[in-house]
DNA sequence: TAGTCTGTTAGACA
DNA sequence: CTGTCTAACAGACT
């Protein structure tokens, strides 16, 4: 769950979920989530009240008195809220009276738990390196960032240029801008360079909206249909003119696109 | 069995 | 110095 629109969507049901409440049983699952001697610690730390849950990038905090646990959901990593504490792929649950456990799944278990001082935390290493988020990214600030032969692809991926982009979101930006999917920073019009970033933090808020849900039992993925428009949909047909969608490999990544709406000559 | 995967990073190479 | 590619992490799925 892993891109900057469903980290948002977890901290937003932490916020329902645990903001003011804390919890009376931790179960500590995968081992190897934490540091060796650290496991106590986050035990701890877990049962005290929380006091806010912030989002940078793809990046999760959960702010306690004095102490910050930070997550990275990597690929696979998540959290719910379940009725028991070991869900297939858990490695941490804490229970939440009246509420139910929170678990962090991981399938993968690429995913991480940090837990730090909230002094650490304020110049943790890999924030500190994180650019600005896509509400707040200028033309300037991803034009300074790279050079005219660098895919725009690959620039938009870095987290310290612009933070919480991903795979998917560059398809469906792509998409929606019309834009091939090996284009070159070098490449881009004027008017290319606003409509994206125009359409950073409008293409983030409706991704947002639409994977929202209200209830408490937070949506396991694949229930409903999906949000994006293009990703994971090769061979189907483009929603704006009907052409075939195309898979094709950019930067190492699967990038989808319509050859139609986004030809590579301009 | 081989290829794939919403992420990140180190090292090889051009 | 720039930028790209691959492998690795670890595991499930097709």
Redesign the pocket.
Known sequence: ???LA?VEVVRRNLEQWWIGRQAVDVCLIDG?LVDDDDGDALVDVLQRPLRSARRR??YLSCHFDGQVLVF?????GKIICADCPNPD?ARCSWHIPQMGWLVFKD????GSLRRMSSDKFHNYA?LEAMGPEPEDVTVEDIRGA??G???LK?AL?D?SIVAG????AISELFWRLELAPDI?CGQLTETDWRHLIRELPSYFDEIIEASMSDEIDYIE?GAGDSPFQI??RGGRNCPRCGSDIQ?TR?????SYYCESCQSSTR
């Open positions: 769950m892993p891109e469903e190897e990038g793809k990275h959901f990597r690929m696979t792929y399938q993968r278990r690429l890999p790279c050079t032969r660098r895919l690959t991926l987290q982009v991903g795979n998917i070159k993925e990703y994971g898979k950019v930067g190492g990544r699967s």
